[in-house]
């Protein structure tokens, strides 16, 4: 029989294994990952981690791809690559050979809608988005809300070139939390 202090080491050592730590990463599916590379590095100063899965490679499809990433028959993956942003989870855009592909450009639909990027200098961000060949749904505007309201708290949708919905996003005059909520949401290291 064990004792009470390896029950609890034990338990806390099953906890621990078990701890969810946060996100890992985004998958984003694109017409042309080196046009996309190029949009996330002119804007966001993305940087390549590698490539998982290049052209010169046999192309994921068949039945492995079905298990893996439910890869409907027919279709197939020839190109996945993991870009780094700040201090945030990564990105991993996908390639995909398909005849059934659409563009979630709206909120409405479900699933991954949009990524949002926090900035210091959302003029300078937006600027460079529309430079880099997005297109903004509006000017830049003051968060509407009273808890993410404030003076500096700023925020604007656009579109990447592909059409994918993407927010910038600053809240420098911080956020007004209410007393039920549990933890603060994570902003990037200055």
Request: net charge negative; hydrophobic share 35%.
């Amino acid at each position: 029989m064990k004792s009470l202090d390896e029950a609890e080491m034990e338990k806390k050592t099953e906890t621990k294994s078990h701890e969810v730590r946060g996100i890992d990463h985004i998958g984003l599916t694109v017409p042309n990952i080196d046009e996309a590379t190029e949009f996330f590095k002119k804007v966001f100063n993305a940087r390549i981690c590698y490539d998982v899965h290049t052209p010169e490679m046999p192309p994921q499809c068949g039945i492995s791809a079905k298990r893996n990433v439910n890869l409907p028959e027919g279709e197939s993956i020839d190109h996945i690559r993991l870009l780094r942003i700040g201090n945030t989870p990564c990105i991993e855009l996908f390639h995909i050979k398909s005849k059934n592909q659409f563009v979630i450009d709206t909120i409405v639909n479900f699933g991954l809608t949009h990524l949002a990027f926090y900035t210091d200098n959302i003029e300078l961000t937006a600027k460079k988005f529309v430079e880099a060949g997005g297109t903004l749904c509006s000017e830049p505007h003051l968060l509407p809300s009273e808890i993410e309201g404030g003076a500096k708290n700023y925020w604007v949708y656009g579109q990447a070139p592909w059409g994918s919905l993407i927010e910038l996003i600053s809240y420098s005059s911080g956020i007004d939390y209410p007393e039920n909520s549990e933890v603060d949401r994570w902003t990037p290291d200055c």
